[in-house]
């Protein structure tokens, strides 16, 4: 069965830049460039009848093109014992207008309602035996950290599945604006 996820993917540029940030903690479990993406909606296992349902639903979403662009640095969970680093953006009407239709799309399939509210945030690195001193400092550094714009026009279902060195993502379908 298909571990799902709903993705929009990142410029190259944009991951070089993101990815450069490895160096300064290696202790960190950094995300490989070719995996950093904006995560939408996580599905989960699905079967393939599931799987046919959700690529149908997602192809009916309309969207347009919109602008989105890239800044600060935090870490979840709030507090002390920090265990995944993220680059955060800037408020994007458009970005939480196309999340929205995706889980209006994903409801009309029988797919449960994600209960946590959308976080939008690219995970850089899962932090186990990091110093909790060490990412303040990293998020210190990095405070004004921005790329610059990039235009989304698609959004995509990939296929993930986990392994020692950590997930591995394919995509399934993409769906361009229109």
Known sequence: ????????????????ALSGFAAELPVARWVGAEELHLTL?????VDQESCSAIKSA????????????????????????????????????????LQQDVELALMEVGIAVDERPFSPHIT???LKETVPVAVTAFENRHAEFACPSFEVG??????????RQGAIHTREAIYRCR
């Open 124 to 126: 850089l690195a899962r």
């Open 1 to 16: 069965m298909p571990r799902l996820f709903v993705a929009i993917d990142l410029p190259g540029h944009v991951k070089a």
């Open 58 to 97: 997602l192809s009916a979403i309309s969207f347009s093109a919109f602008p989105l662009t890239l800044c600060g640095v935090g870490h979840f969970p709030p507090g002390r014992h920090p265990r995944v680093l993220w680059v955060g953006m800037e408020p994007c009407e458009g970005l939480m207008q």
């Open 41 to 45: 909606r996580f599905i989960g296992e």
């Open 154 to 163: 698609e959004l995509i279902l990939y296929s993930s599945i986990l392994t």
